[in-house]
């Protein structure tokens, strides 16, 4: 079992990290497509807040668990 915990622990800080990659990224061309659209920049900007939520999740997840590591 701690493979697969050391494998997840490994896993969630990777999908944390990307996911913040991928919202910035979706920031950066909401900026940029503002003038352009400002309908399109509001589905960026909608797209980014969604990954930053799914980057709470997974933070969560990884909390979780370390703190089921601890315990056992």
Not at 4 to 30: C, G, M, P, T
Not at 36 to 47: G, I, M, N, P
Not at 62 to 72: D, N, P, T, W
């Amino acid at each position: 079992m701690d493979d697969v915990q050391e494998k997840l622990r490994i896993l969630l800080d990777y999908w944390i990290e990307h996911n913040s990659e991928h919202e910035q990224e979706f920031r950066d061309w909401a900026d940029k497509v503002a003038s352009l659209s400002t309908e399109v920049a509001q589905q960026l900007r909608e797209a980014a807040a969604k990954m930053a939520a799914a980057s709470n999740e997974l933070t969560k997840a990884k909390q979780v668990l370390s703190e089921s590591k601890e315990r056992h």
